[in-house]
């Protein structure tokens, strides 16, 4: 995000330009301010970044260790900023026979 290069319409806009700008919830232009905090994709998940950062204020979550911690779970959980939007999923347990 920090560089300009994410999976988002403001990139793709710059370097992709054949590339869909629009945010999955209909938004015309996907910028990192609407996910962080008006994407209602990812309303569900915002909370992980409300509970270091009530009004989820940028300087609040990259000012401090726990909230860089909760911006990568935020992103991790979310599947925010992914190429294809989906969701991180943990590893399957090893099954042991």
């Known amino acids: 995000c920090r560089t300009g290069h994410a999976y988002l319409g403001e990139y793709y806009s710059k370097f992709v330009p054949l590339k869909n700008i629009d945010c999955p919830c209909g938004k015309d232009f996907q910028t990192w301010e609407h996910v962080l905090w008006g994407c209602p994709q990812y309303e569900h998940h915002r909370h992980i970044l409300r509970e270091v950062s009530e009004d989820v204020l940028l300087s609040d979550i990259l000012g401090m260790e726990k909230g860089i911690l909760a911006l990568v779970d935020f992103l991790k959980v ?20």
Do not use: C, V, W
């Open 78 to 97: 979310s599947g925010a900023l992914t190429q294809d939007g989906t969701m991180h999923k943990p590893p399957e347990e090893p099954k042991y026979k």
